[in-house]
């Protein structure tokens, strides 16, 4: 679909992807709808895709896991601007852990934000872009742990496998309404992510795997890019990185190397993250 004139509701607008998606939209011509649970950094989203000339029909910090929150702000973009054309969930968070050292706080968070976030959105504006009959699309950020098994991911894997597969019912639910769905897998990416993502092991390894992840990230604006393309050309599942289109290829095909690879994955996490290969407490 054309994305010049559509209404788009952009959640995590404020930072990474959510932000670079939605200067990429503004380009384009979008009628921008956008939020985030950070104020100061989705005024700042707000200054910049008006700078660009583009349109901010609806700009209200919230938090994605409360339900009442994106309810109240559904019912306020319906009643002045009717559907929306363009769902994108976009917020999330992070969390890299071993099971044992997790407190209950986390698996909450991980869930609520990454999962309930979407599933609020969802339930919230796919009614009334269905009702209105215009089409439109919907877009969930899912991530390379939505398809791959990635250590030290357990809460987070558990959200984004979901969301790819909420998004495969959704397809196909949703193809008799003119409304396309695509979930993006990206790897590694350069965002406000690598300084928020909760790591649950000592400082210096906690620098370390920072390090690691900055140096394979790829920039937001390419994700972002890849994104437009997506709902442009209503492709389903996007992999941003080649390397993760491989693996995801051997899980496929060859599930004997994929389990030797996944192995020595666990095993170099591990060994990055712990001191001495033992676990250390959150
Ligand atoms: N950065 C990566 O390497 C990477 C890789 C794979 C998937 N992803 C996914 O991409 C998405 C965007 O992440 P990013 O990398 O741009 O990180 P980011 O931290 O730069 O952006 C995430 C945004 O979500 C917002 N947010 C967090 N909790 C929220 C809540 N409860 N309600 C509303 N907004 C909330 C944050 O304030 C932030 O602005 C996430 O869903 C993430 O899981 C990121």
Known sequence: MEIAGKKTLITGAASGIGKATALAMAERGARLFITDINAHGLEETRREVEGKGAEVCFCAPLDVSDYDAVRKMADEIHAGSGPLDILANIAGVALFSQVEDMIHEQWERIVNVNLWGPYHAIECFVPEMVRAGNGGHVLLVSSTAGIIGLPWHVAYAGTKHALVGSAEVLRYDLRKHGIGVSVILPGAVNTGLVRTVVINADEDACEKGRRLFSRH??????????????????????????????????????????CQVLRFMTWFLDRTLTRDGMPSRA
């Open 217 to 258: 990230a790829m920039a937001p604006e390419r994700v972002a890019d890849l994104i437009i393309g997506a709902i442009e050309r209503n492709k389903f599942m996007v992999i941003t990185s080649m390397d993760i289109k491989l693996l995801y290829l051997l899980k496929r095909t060859c599930p004997p190397i994929y």
